[in-house]
């Protein structure tokens, strides 16, 4: 399973990507312009087993992670980073928040509802273009031969299309099984989980406040939301453990946003982990929610 790490210009991402995989940007392995790392889920309930077992190995769950190239509004819906997005199992989206004097935004100023919507409108007009192609290539498979599949096909994708043109994401609609069948290799990017960080500046309880609407109102259509101060957690990740752990409790924080954030992502991607235990190695695996016993083996 892996996520993206999107968003626009000079909102933190690379700082994200370093925080979950441990590696900087610039010296990741890159292909295509797509930055690539592997992030561990920093589970709790591992340490614990860990401390139990006293095993020779720790192994922590992981997923992949891709940085493609920035959005950038009004960029034709660039294939740069439309397509690497697309291939993705679940995004997430760094939103600044923090005001900066020597960190320029693309739009002027600082306002993460405005950016939010500016990145949604174009993951919109994105889909609707991919339901139009679809919709148009359909009518003429149809008029050469027919086929109960292709209108079932015709129905889901028209559906879609209009909720997209309504300005909505496909996420807030229900499939049955057989219909994400039918638009799965569509790979439509409203319809990916999504988890927003909110990259705020160092007084974060008092941003958390300031933002506490708006994180509501992504919550209330889906998304995962984690707020964070990249500066902050940077900072922490440079430190020695003694020292993270004084600045953290000076900072009233419990542990790295970082963790929590590779958390949330797992849950995004739809894993849960289970554990297997032992002298040698004490493991999480991850697997899908709802997998039964005999897969997890």
């Known amino acids: 399973m892996n996520l993206s790490i999107i968003g626009l210009p000079q909102v933190g991402k690379k700082t994200v990507f370093q925080l979950l995989t441990g590696i900087a940007a610039d010296k990741a392995p890159s292909k295509d312009g797509i930055i690539h790392g592997v992030a561990q889920v920093r589970d709790p309930r ?38 690497p997005i697309r291939r993705t199992d679940a995004l997430v989206h760094v ?6 004097e020597h960190v320029f935004h693309i739009l002027n100023d600082v306002n993460p509802s405005r950016d939010i919507e500016t990145v949604d409108l174009e993951f919109l007009f994105a889909d609707l273009a991919m339901t139009e192609l679809r919709l148009e290539r359909i009518n003429k498979e149809m008029r050469i031969k027919p086929s109960p599949q292709k209108e079932k096909e015709k129905d889901v994708i028209s559906r879609c299309h ?7 994401p496909l996420r807030n609609l229900e499939f049955s099984e057989e219909e994400i069948k039918l638009i799965r290799s569509l790979q439509f990017l409203t319809l990916k989980p999504m988890v927003t960080v909110i990259n705020v500046g160092e007084d974060i309880a008092a941003e958390e406040k300031k ?10 259509r889906g998304d995962t939301v984690v707020f964070l101060s990249a500066a902050i957690e940077q900072e922490l990740a440079e430190m020695t453990e003694e020292e993270r752990a004084d600045f953290m409790a000076e900072l009233g924080l419990t542990e790295p946003a970082a963790h929590r954030l590779s958390r949330s ?5 739809g894993l849960i982990n ?7 190695e004490v493991r999480a695996w991850p697997l899908t929610n709802g997998a039964t016993a005999p897969a997890a083996a």
């Open 274 to 280: 289970f554990f297997t235990c032992g002298p040698d």
């Open 265 to 269: 992502a797992c849950q995004c991607l």
């Open 46 to 83: 591992i340490d614990v087993l860990s401390n139990m077992f006293k095993p020779k190995r720790t192994k922590y769950a992981e997923f992949e992670v891709a940085l493609p190239p920035d959005i950038k509004p009004d960029s034709a819906r660039s294939a740069a980073w439309l397509d």
């Open 162 to 168: 209009a909720q997209l043109e309504a300005e909505k």
């Open 211 to 220: 933002f506490a609407e708006l994180a509501s109102t992504l919550q209330q």
């Open 95 to 100: 939103v600044r928040a923090f005001e900066s």
